[in-house]
C-alpha cells in the first residue's frame, strides 16, 4: 500500500517519493521465499497520510481473497504514519482466524541499514505463523509485534517507532520465530459491518487548556454526524466545553471522550464537577475506555455506518476499549 518502504529518491539526496512496488519490495528481502509461498499484488501505492477508508477496504478485500484461496496469513506494507488507523480499522472487520499483518519501514529503501527487508520477514514469519491466529490485525517492525488495538506510532524518528502504550508488545521475532509473550484475556469482538468508502463522518478534536467549546460547536454546526474529543486526564474538559457538548448530543450528535495522555485511558465514575468524565456520560457522551481518540474516531465511524444508535455505540465501546487486557 505504499509508505516508506516503497519510496526512493529522484536524484541522490533528494527527498524520497512513491518508487517501489510490491514485487520489487519482495525482490529486496532475502530469505523471504523460505518463510512462505507469496501471492504478491499491488493495492495501492499512496503515502499514509493520503490513504482513506477506500484503499483500506481495497486491502481488506485482497486480504479476504487471498484466505479464501487458502493463505494461511496476509501481510500488507503501508507508511508508518497512519499505519496504526489502517490496522485498527482492519481489525474492526477482520472475522477470519488469519492473521492480517501490517508492516512498514522507518528508513526508505536506498538509505544505509534500509529495515523495510527485515521488517517484510519479520512479518512473514508473523503472518504463517499460528501462534499469530485469532487475535486479529497485528503490527511487526523491528521485529516486534503488537495487537492493532493497541498500538501506537510513538516516535517519528527513531526505529523503535512503535509501542502498545499501557501493554507490552504481544510477540517478538526471536531467533526467525514468533514469540507470544502473552495472550488477550476474552475473545475478540465480533467483525463490525464494513462501512461505505465514503469520507470518515466524524470529528476529532482536543480539549486544550483554555479550550471554551468553540471548535465542539463548529464541528457540530458543520454536521458531523460524530464527535471525538480528546480530553485531558480520565476524560476531561471545560465546564463551557461540555455545554457544547450538550448542546451536540440534544441535535442528534454521536460525542465519544477519549483521553489525550498516552496510557490510563478514560474513568467513569472518579470526578463529578461540570466537564469531568462522570458528567459527561450524564450529559450523553460515551468514555472511549483505553481506545486512543485516532482509534475511537474509526470505531464510532464504523458504528455510525451501521446505525447503531446510542446504547449499541455505548455497548461496543466498553467492550473494545477494555476487554483486551494481558495475561501471561
Same mark, same amino acid.
Given at each position: 500500500?505504499g509508505?516508506t518502504?516503497?519510496?526512493?529518491?529522484a536524484?541522490?539526496?533528494?527527498?524520497?517519493?512513491? &518508487?517501489?512496488?510490491a514485487?520489487?519490495?519482495v525482490?529486496?528481502?532475502?530469505g523471504?521465499a523460505d518463510?512462505? *509461498?507469496?501471492?504478491?499484488?499491488?493495492?495501492?501505492? %499512496?503515502p499514509?497520510? $493520503?490513504?482513506?477508508?477506500? +484503499?483500506?477496504?481495497?486491502?481488506?478485500?485482497f486480504?479476504?481473497r487471498?484466505?479464501?484461496? &487458502?493463505a494461511?496469513?496476509?501481510m500488507?506494507?503501508?507508511? =508508518?504514519?497512519?499505519? +496504526?488507523e489502517?490496522?485498527?480499522?482492519?481489525?474492526?472487520l477482520? *472475522?477470519?482466524?488469519?492473521?492480517?499483518?501490517?508492516?512498514g519501514?522507518?528508513?526508505?529503501a536506498?538509505?544505509?541499514g534500509?529495515?523495510?527487508?527485515?521488517?517484510?520477514l519479520?512479518?512473514? %514469519?508473523?503472518?504463517?505463523?499460528s501462534?499469530?491466529? &485469532?487475535?486479529g490485525v497485528?503490527?511487526c517492525?523491528?521485529?516486534t509485534?503488537?495487537l492493532?488495538a493497541?498500538?501506537?506510532?510513538s516516535s517519528?524518528?527513531?526505529?523503535?517507532? @512503535?509501542?502498545?502504550?499501557? @501493554?507490552?508488545?504481544?510477540?517478538?521475532?526471536?531467533?526467525?520465530?514468533?514469540?507470544?509473550q502473552?495472550?488477550?484475556?476474552?475473545?475478540?469482538p465480533?467483525a463490525?459491518?464494513?462501512? =461505505?468508502?465514503?469520507?470518515?463522518?466524524?470529528?476529532?478534536l482536543?480539549?486544550?487548556?483554555?479550550?471554551?467549546g468553540?471548535?465542539?460547536? =463548529?464541528?457540530?454546526?458543520?454536521?458531523?454526524? &460524530?464527535?471525538?474529543?480528546?480530553?485531558?486526564?480520565?476524560?476531561?474538559?471545560?465546564?463551557?466545553?461540555?455545554d457544547?457538548? $450538550?448542546?451536540?448530543?440534544?441535535?442528534?450528535?454521536?460525542?465519544?471522550v477519549?483521553?489525550?495522555?498516552?496510557s490510563?485511558?478514560?474513568a467513569t465514575a472518579?470526578?463529578?464537577?461540570?466537564?469531568?468524565?462522570?458528567d459527561?456520560?450524564e450529559?450523553?457522551?460515551?468514555?472511549?475506555g483505553?481506545?486512543?481518540?485516532r482509534?475511537?474516531?474509526?470505531?464510532?465511524?464504523?458504528l455510525?455506518?451501521?446505525?447503531?444508535g446510542?446504547d449499541?455505540?455505548?455497548?461496543? @465501546?466498553?467492550?473494545?476499549?477494555?476487554?483486551? @487486557?494481558?495475561?501471561?
Amino acid at each position: 500500500m505504499g509508505g516508506t518502504i516503497a519510496m526512493t529518491p529522484a536524484a541522490p539526496n533528494a527527498p524520497v517519493r512513491p &518508487g517501489l512496488d510490491a514485487h520489487d519490495l519482495v525482490a529486496a528481502a532475502p530469505g523471504l521465499a523460505d518463510v512462505a *509461498d507469496l501471492w504478491v499484488e499491488n493495492i495501492c501505492n %499512496i503515502p499514509s497520510p $493520503s490513504i482513506t477508508v477506500a +484503499e483500506v477496504l481495497s486491502a481488506l478485500d485482497f486480504a479476504r481473497r487471498s484466505v479464501a484461496a &487458502g493463505a494461511v496469513g496476509v501481510m500488507l506494507t503501508h507508511g =508508518t504514519d497512519n499505519l +496504526e488507523e489502517t490496522a485498527y480499522l482492519l481489525d474492526l472487520l477482520w *472475522d477470519e482466524e488469519a492473521p492480517i499483518v501490517v508492516t512498514g519501514a522507518m528508513r526508505s529503501a536506498m538509505m544505509p541499514g534500509a529495515d523495510g527487508p527485515a521488517n517484510l520477514l519479520a512479518a512473514a %514469519i508473523t503472518a504463517s505463523s499460528s501462534l499469530a491466529r &485469532g487475535i486479529g490485525v497485528l503490527t511487526c517492525l523491528n521485529d516486534t509485534v503488537h495487537l492493532a488495538a493497541r498500538v501506537t506510532k510513538s516516535s517519528s524518528m527513531t526505529m523503535q517507532a @512503535f509501542e502498545s502504550p499501557g @501493554f507490552s508488545p504481544v510477540g517478538r521475532i526471536v531467533e526467525g520465530t514468533l514469540r507470544r509473550q502473552w495472550s488477550p484475556a476474552t475473545q475478540r469482538p465480533a467483525a463490525l459491518p464494513v462501512p =461505505t468508502a465514503g469520507p470518515i463522518d466524524v470529528a476529532l478534536l482536543e480539549a486544550a487548556f483554555g479550550e471554551d467549546g468553540r471548535l465542539i460547536s =463548529t464541528a457540530h454546526q458543520a454536521g458531523y454526524r &460524530g464527535i471525538v474529543i480528546a480530553g485531558s486526564g480520565v476524560g476531561h474538559m471545560s465546564a463551557s466545553a461540555a455545554d457544547a457538548v $450538550s448542546a451536540a448530543i440534544a441535535d442528534g450528535v454521536s460525542v465519544v471522550v477519549a483521553s489525550r495522555t498516552a496510557s490510563g485511558g478514560t474513568a467513569t465514575a472518579i470526578y463529578g464537577y461540570p466537564g469531568s468524565e462522570a458528567d459527561l456520560i450524564e450529559r450523553g457522551a460515551v468514555m472511549a475506555g483505553d481506545l486512543s481518540p485516532r482509534k475511537a474516531r474509526l470505531l464510532l465511524h464504523v458504528l455510525l455506518s451501521a446505525d447503531r444508535g446510542a446504547d449499541g455505540i455505548s455497548a461496543e @465501546f466498553n467492550s473494545r476499549g477494555r476487554d483486551c @487486557f494481558p495475561r501471561a
